[in-house]
């Protein structure tokens, strides 16, 4: 797939085409957690791949949780129903999504609520599964109480939308409640050891519950599987007790804070470190991989440094650098983005840099090449799903777009979510659907001159604020300790001015040694006191 001698002057962009296991990839996952929820940065060899954010004031309704609703409406039209669960929109299901075993779910609910079943089901008889294209009136009704699972969180002005599908996923096994069947992953290829696992799952499944192994279980002793199924089966006796409560529609088991499964999900020997700069957060993780990876507990770091964490590891540049309208490439190439409410569409533009020495059609493709890998990380960064329409350069040659085509491929191969493509039109456009199950992230990148202008007029206002924070904070705390004051670069050049900077000042009244830092993804009129745990104080 290399291109021969003859090509050498179009480019070197054509690593793409390589075997994955000629490029080392060094994969680190850094955490930040601040008075507003946690920060998660995948970097993938000092590049932010991915970005996470997990909002302590969100409405608590995520993909994977699990609820039981009430059904509130059937539209025979949409062979769907709306399901309330507790949202200020009503969730949505569909036919499609009720789950051949529907008529074992709401059998086993019913039990429950009787307090008749077991948690276990050893002694459960399974119905019949509903026909694939059954209508949905035949099978619920107005009223009706359904235990379902979020597989699309809300989205605009479309409340949640759910499956009758309940799946529990753990770090090597997914438990699926009310069918006998075990799937192991495609992506193990050796017929050895998928045959190896077969009959371990086969030897440790409960009856009546299906198990599907995850890629990390290849090469796994019984021993680790046989504790990572216990667990899953806690879980489902806690569905089994919230099912016994009075009827209301209410979550009966909530998918775990947004770095623990990424940890869960994604942690390999690939990865060099997991590095967190919150003690307490730390001490969870801590607790988490001994409990559930103990091979992988050496990996976990405290971040000890003075500079806040996002700048140490150069997340918060590559951030604002990346979240725009206009994404700006190495050759001086860029991207536009733009978002509507039913697709995404992406302009690949050649900018100002063209190769004089080399063709249209070659220009074209080497920029289209360099494209493919920034819209591959940006569909994963700012977790676009949905339809995404690519307008690349013209390219005359078929083999061109068969290359690009290819990169493509590859360079989504490490994309988590389900996608598939279509080869690029010869009016040079190239379709994606991409897995969509929560909202696009979204940042505002651009300055707020309107905030410098303020503080400007009147910083004074701003600082007597930090100076009544640090005296309340001493009148707390008579020890002397170290504390760390956080806030915008504008802002610590301010305090550091004059013939005796600020830290001095606060120092011979308070006796109290508060450092500055630095920290650029503050607003102008913020700032954090954290002390030397590494914790915000309050």
């Given amino acids: 797939m290399l291109m021969n001698e003859s090509d050498n002057k179009q480019s070197d962009l054509f690593l793409f085409f390589l075997p994955i296991n000629f490029i080392k990839v060094v994969r680190e996952l850094v955490i930040h957690s601040n008075t507003i929820g946690v920060e998660i940065a995948l970097l993938e060899n000092k590049r932010l791949m991915e970005y996470h954010i997990d909002r302590f004031d969100q409405n608590g309704f995520s993909a994977g949780d699990i609820y039981l609703g009430r059904i509130k409406k059937i539209n025979p039209g949409l062979n769907a129903a709306f399901v309330d669960i507790g949202h200020d929109k009503d969730a949505f299901i569909h036919y499609s999504d009720l789950s051949p075993s529907l008529l074992s779910l709401k059998k086993f609910t019913q039990s429950i609520n009787s307090n008749t079943q077991d948690a276990l089901l050893e002694d459960f008889e399974l119905e019949d599964s509903i026909a694939k294209d059954g209508k949905i009136q035949d099978v619920l009704e107005k009223g009706d109480w359904v235990m379902t699972q979020i597989m699309k969180e809300a989205i605009s002005t479309k409340g949640p939308r759910m499956t009758c599908e309940v799946t529990i996923p753990g770090r090597y096994v997914v438990l699926t409640p009310f069918a006998n069947s075990v799937g192991i992953s495609k992506k ?128 918060n540049r590559q951030v604002k650098n990346s979240f725009g309208k206009n994404v700006t490439m190495k050759s001086g190439a860029y991207l536009v983005i733009e978002h509507t409410e039913a697709l995404h569409v992406i302009d690949v533009n050649s900018g100002p840099k063209i190769n004089t020495t080399a063709d249209q059609d070659t220009n074209a493709f080497n920029v289209n090449c360099e494209a ?112 760390n004051l956080s806030v915008h670069p504008y802002v610590a050049a301010y305090l550091r001015k004059g013939w005796i900077p600020k830290k001095w000042q606060w120092y011979l009244k308070e006796k109290s040694w508060i450092d500055i830092i630095e920290d650029s993804s503050l607003a102008l009129n913020e700032f954090y006191i954290i002390n030397k745990q590494r914790n915000t104080v309050d």
Avoid at 209 to 218: H, L, M
Avoid at 459 to 478: R, V, Y
């Fill in 188 to 315: 193990i290829s050796d017929s050895s050891e998928r045959q190896r696992l077969t009959e371990i799952i086969e030897k440790l499944k409960p009856k009546n519950f299906g198990i599907v192994v995850r890629t990390n279980t290849e090469r796994l002793g019984e021993d680790e599987i046989q504790r990572d199924i216990d667990s899953l089966m806690k879980k489902w006796t806690k569905i089994k007790e919230g099912l016994v409560e009075p009827k209301s529609p209410r979550r009966l088991l909530s998918e775990m804070a947004k770095s623990f499964s990424l940890i869960r999900d994604m942690l390999n020997d690939t990865y060099e470190r997991v590095i967190c700069d919150n003690a307490k957060l730390f001490d969870s993780i801590r607790i988490y991989l001994e409990e559930k990876a103990p091979q992988y507990a050496d990996k976990l770091e405290l971040y000890r440094g003075l500079r806040p964490i996002f700048d140490e590891f150069d997340v």
């Fill in 372 to 483: 493919v890998l920034e819209i591959a990380r940006q569909m994963r960064m700012r977790d676009i799903g949905g339809i995404i329409v690519v307008d690349f350069i013209d390219m005359k040659s078929s083999d061109y777009r068969n290359k690009v085509l290819q990169a493509m491929e590859e360079a989504m191969r490490s994309d988590r979510a389900r996608h598939s493509l279509l080869p690029i039109s010869r009016f040079g456009l190239m379709e994606i659907t991409r897995q969509r199950v929560r909202s696009e992230i979204s940042l505002e990148t651009e300055a707020t001159p309107k905030s410098l202008a303020n503080l400007s007029d009147d910083p004074n206002a701003f600082i007597a604020l930090i100076e009544k924070e640090i005296a309340l904070l001493k009148s707390h705390d008579a020890s002397g300790n170290q504390y």
